[in-house]
């Protein structure tokens, strides 16, 4: 393999690896330990640790938990926001190890994007959940949820087979995201805003807002 197709290469498992981990860590975790593992899938020495077969046991107990969860409405965004604290790091550290041991500079950079990246896919996946949690029935959100495995497993497998074509329709996700991204927040916005509204959050909120603008108001004219 030449160096342009070796860079290639590298790139599209580092995008993909962390992309894939915004939406479905346990998946990716399981495709790269397993195909490692039989030697279908030449991983960086760094992400040989994923070949372990307690890492592997680990991943597919996970996977199998996730599976039903991201099935319930309700429950599946509850999974997502938890998982903040998860995929984020994981995509970034995955990124970081598909570099290989080249250097700091070039790992640190690799972590970097890998975490925005993501961050992204995992914002867009909780987002548009978060959407479709308005509907209560749960046909939505089976149908995401498969349609999301098998984006994961399909976007892996073009990433380490066709890396050039993995890299066009990333960057093609990237202008999705970025278009979709404020208007996912715009509605998330006002979701928790109903909801602050229906505790009696919001009220409280304002009340005090106005209050002290009132303080101010007054503070202004005394100095006056």
């Keep these: 393999m030449g160096s342009y197709e070796a860079l290639m ?5 580092t995008m993909g690896a962390s992309w894939a981990s915004g939406i479905n860590l346990y998946a990716v975790m399981l495709v790269l330990g397993l195909g490692g593992a ?11 640790v994923l070949e372990n077969p307690l890492v592997i046991g680990a991943a597919a107990v996970m996977y199998v938990v996730q599976f039903f969860i ?20 994981a995509g970034a550290m995955l990124a970081a190890g598909t ?11 690799a972590g ?17 959940r978060l959407m479709l949690n308005t509907s209560p029935e749960p046909v939505t959100n089976w149908s995401a949820s498969i349609s999301e495995d098998l984006l994961v497993l399909g ?4 990433a380490l087979n066709h890396p050039i074509l993995f890299l066009i329709l990333f960057i093609i996700f990237i202008g999705l995201a970025i278009w979709l991204l404020p208007k996912l927040w715009k509605f998330i ?11 009696g959050m919001t009220n409280a909120s304002a009340t005090e807002t106005g209050h002290g603008a009132a303080s101010f108001t007054e503070s202004k004219h005394e100095g006056k």
């Design 99 to 109: 570099v290989g041991d080249v250097s700091p500079a070039m790992e640190i950079a």
């Design 189 to 199: 916005r006002g979701v928790l805003l109903r909801i602050g509204k229906f505790f």
């Design 38 to 48: 039989t030697d279908n899938i030449n991983l960086p020495a760094e992400l040989s």
């Design 155 to 158: 976007g892996l497998w073009t």
């Design 9 to 13: 290469a590298t790139l599209a498992l």
């Design 112 to 128: 970097i994007l890998g975490g925005g990246v993501a961050a992204t896919s995992h914002a867009t996946k909780t987002g548009t």
């Design 70 to 89: 991201d099935k319930i409405p309700g429950l599946d965004s509850a999974w997502d926001t938890l998982h903040t604290f998860v995929r984020i790091p």
